[in-house]
């Protein structure tokens, strides 16, 4: 047939623009997050109770944080979608009450005392060469 995709030689539309349209129906055709998160933001689960009817996408991103919390990058390779949609997923989770951003453990003024600390070293050395 001339119409088929084996007479033109190119593939159904399907085939190839999925994921384009799979992010934007995922997103609602947002953009943007409402909560600022970065790669490394840690998020742990929250109220289960607030997760029904969640989307496949949203199951696995909570999924992936009930042992331990994950950060931004780590969700997004496993629900295998792009960094800007894992980000909308999660901030939408954050508003429902099912995720919420994790606050640095007890150590991390161990790790603030240990970047200052690097910091006035970089400085005093810094200030020697110039």
Same mark, same amino acid.
């Given at each position: 047939?001339?119409?088929? =995709?084996?007479?033109?030689?190119?593939? =159904?539309?399907?085939?190839?623009?999925?994921?384009?349209?799979? !992010?934007?129906?995922?997103?609602?055709?947002?953009?943007?997050?409402?909560?600022?998160?970065? *790669?490394?933001? *840690?998020?742990?689960?929250?109220?289960?109770?607030?997760?029904?009817? /969640?989307? =496949?996408?949203?199951?696995?991103?909570?999924?992936?944080?009930?042992?331990?919390?994950? !950060?931004?990058?780590?969700?997004?390779? *496993?629900?295998?979608?792009?960094?800007?949609?894992?980000?909308?997923?999660?901030?939408?989770?954050?508003?429902?009450?099912?995720?919420? /951003?994790?606050?640095?453990? =007890?150590?991390?003024?161990?790790?603030?005392?240990?970047?200052?600390? *690097?910091? !006035?070293?970089?400085?005093?050395?810094? !200030?020697?060469?110039?």
């Amino acid at each position: 047939m001339a119409g088929t =995709p084996a007479a033109t030689g190119r593939e =159904p539309w399907d085939t190839y623009d999925t994921e384009d349209v799979r !992010s934007y129906a995922i997103t609602g055709g947002r953009t943007r997050p409402r909560h600022a998160m970065r *790669l490394v933001t *840690l998020l742990e689960v929250g109220d289960l109770a607030r997760a029904a009817g /969640m989307a =496949p996408e949203a199951v696995r991103a909570v999924e992936a944080c009930r042992v331990q919390p994950c !950060s931004v990058v780590e969700i997004a390779a *496993l629900i295998g979608h792009p960094v800007g949609v894992t980000k909308i997923i999660l901030s939408d989770l954050v508003d429902r009450g099912v995720l919420f /951003m994790a606050l640095p453990g =007890p150590g991390a003024a161990d790790h603030l005392q240990l970047l200052e600390a *690097l910091r !006035s070293g970089l400085q005093t050395k810094l !200030s020697d060469v110039a």
